[in-house]
């Protein structure tokens, strides 16, 4: 018999020769934990890698950058004022720039150029320029440098002369921009009232009105006149008569709002000395960059990122905000959900419950597993040929017959694009739940039912709430997915500039026949389809950026309800 110590030590030296080998090292499954963390880890850094990309190269556009002004002395040609931002600098080898026609020196290999945004669109047709920074002299930066952001036409870069109330001079210098601040704050407050009017109430009279013309269409083509039935038309007319004096109302209304915000005026001049008036009715804001200090930059700044979030495109997309788009991708992702997750509930139901397990009900399962990996664009034109083509035109010819040719849902819309998406993500939500079923111990299912309870009540009471954790999970996929699409919605419904939203306060309030904006396509738009590449590009940084919050914002909504199902059901696992 071995002495205990002498066990001891032999236990331990075999268990120690049994872990120096690499086989039982592999075995023990050590190194899985190791890949699986590394795998983690470069997922996490990518993601991150990525947020910061996008909010480094998109954030800084909505940063009050100085202005320079200086002279560029281009050799060969007549010097030039330039009063700028420079957005961007780079090294270009002079062998480039030689075969661009620049007449720099080969002896110098690098040249620093710098990309500024000149502004004044309206006078040099141009926003951004190209210069060398050796020919950039004579910089400064003047503190009555301003910026005027306008309706139309971008950005204004020059210096404040005087303000006119109509053609009266009521002040010029330092006293025109202190009180040019007050008078763009009124005319700030009239663009507002004339934008409920415009947008708000004359959008309802002109929607009640159409209303109208399609009640009167309803009736002709049911066989009625106005000679045979006056009751129905008299009162359409009537109808029409009140909306018509409520439209008068409201133009005159409008009408001496855009009178009084008409009246005041900036005279402005560039930095070359052309003198241009700004009426203040075609200027959103004006600041003074090289003025403000680090606090009033970062004030403008998160103000600049509000109005971003808050308002509505302006000039091809390329300024103003992106509400319309955030707001079409949230609400097409809700009625997504909304119709995926009972139907994609049921299926897998029916899958793991109710069918008999066997050759065809796999072929079935095989069947949802690669539909998965069917590319988006043929969901697309599947969703335009049956949904649009065959059951809107359907649906027109049913309920909206009155409206033809113009189609109703005949068209693309938010409805189609998002059936369309729940279709994309049906096969997710089947799958997760399915395996959510199948994780409930089948001992639960039998207790249930020796308590008497039928099948239905065990699947409603017992199995579903255990296994709602898991199809939150594929409802949280399905949600990602769909955010991120945009191949399929270019076919069904999005569009680069929606007129209205699909939630108003008009009757029926939801529309779900209109199109709508969505940040993806909006990103791809202004990306790729804008004429003014170098405005643009900040942007779709900036769009990318926002998307993914609006995406991560969905996702820890719906992990947060899952997170909260699970505790409540933790209890039964045991």
Known sequence: MEKPAELKAATYDL??????????????????????????????????ALLLLTAARGLPHF?????????????????????????????????????AGLPVSDKQPLYDRLLLKIANRDLGGVDFRYVLSDWLVER????????????EWGNFHGFVVALKEGDQLVA????????YQERQDRVSDLRGKVRDIE???????????????????????????????????????????????????????????????????????????????LPLAKVIQGYRPNDMGL??????????IWHFVSEEPREANTEGGIFPAIFGTVMMVMIMSVIVTPFGILAALYLREYARQGPLTQAIRIAVNNLAGVPSIVFGMFGLGFFVYFV????????????????????????????????????????????????????????????????????????????????MTGLILAIARAAGEVAPLMLVGVVKLAPSLPLDGNLPFIHFERKFMHLGFHIYDVGFQSPNVEAARPL???????????????NLTAIRIRNKLRERYKALEH
């Open 295 to 304: 606090f009033a930059k970062t004030g403008f700044f998160l103000g600049a």
């Open 140 to 151: 400064s930066e003047p503190k009555d440098a301003t910026v005027l952001e306008r309706v």
């Open 199 to 277: 947008r708000g109430r004359i959008g309802a009279v002109n929607y009640d009105l159409e209303r109208l013309r399609l009640q009167q269409r309803r009736l002709e083509l049911d066989g009625k006149s106005a000679e045979r039935n006056p009751k129905e038309f008299a009162a359409i007319e009537a109808q029409r008569k009140l909306e018509d004096a409520r439209y008068e109302k409201l133009r005159v209304e409008l009408d001496k709002l855009n009178a009084e915000m008409g009246r005041d005026a900036l005279v402005m001049k560039t930095v070359d000395g052309h003198e241009m008036t």
């Open 392 to 471: 809107g035109a359907n649906i027109d010819k049913a309920l909206y017959q009155e409206n033809l040719p113009s189609p109703t849902f005949g068209t693309p819309g938010i409805l189609w694009a998002s059936l369309t998406l729940a279709l994309l993500t049906l096969p997710v939500v089947i799958v997760a739940t399915e395996e959510g079923l199948a994780r409930i111990p089948r001992s639960l299912r039998e207790a249930s039912l020796a308590l008497g309870a039928t099948k239905a009540e065990t699947l409603w009471k017992v199995v579903l709430p255990m296994a709602s954790p898991a199809m």
């Open 15 to 48: 268990v120690a020769r049994d872990t120096r080998s690499v086989g039982s090292y592999v075995k023990s499954g050590a190194p899985w934990v190791w890949v699986t963390a590394a795998a983690i880890s470069v997922a996490f850094i990518i993601t991150m």
């Open 172 to 179: 010029s210098g330092e006293d025109a921009w202190k009180k």
């Open 63 to 99: 940063w009050p950058a100085d202005l320079v002004q200086a002279v560029y002395k281009e050799p060969g040609k007549e010097q030039q004022s330039l009063l700028a931002e420079i957005r961007s600098t780079e090294e270009v080898t002079s062998a480039r720039l030689i075969n």
């Open 540 to 554: 779709v940084y900036a769009t990318a950026f926002l998307l993914v919050l609006v995406i991560l914002s969905l």
